[in-house]
């Protein structure tokens, strides 16, 4: 510490609304990149084939009611 720090401590800083929601979106921004980098770094799953039973009726242009 300096001589300065010693005789006038600095206050603690106030956290307002603003600096908790800057503090919030940064943890958000972290966690979306480790998500991206572990979903990355994961190995590809074969793709499923849909059967028929799969896909609704109404998208199947089948108009019956379940």
């Known amino acids: 510490m300096s001589e300065y720090e010693v005789k006038h401590p600095v206050p603690p ?3 307002d609304a603003r600096d908790l929601q800057a503090h919030l979106y940064r943890e958000i ?3 979306a990149v480790m998500a991206a980098l572990q979903h990355r770094d994961r190995p ?6 849909l059967k028929v039973d799969d896909i609704p009726a109404i998208l199947r242009g089948e108009d019956i009611a379940a």
């Open 13 to 15: 800083q106030i956290q």
């Open 29 to 31: 921004g972290i966690a």
């Open 44 to 49: 590809a799953e074969p793709r499923r084939r």
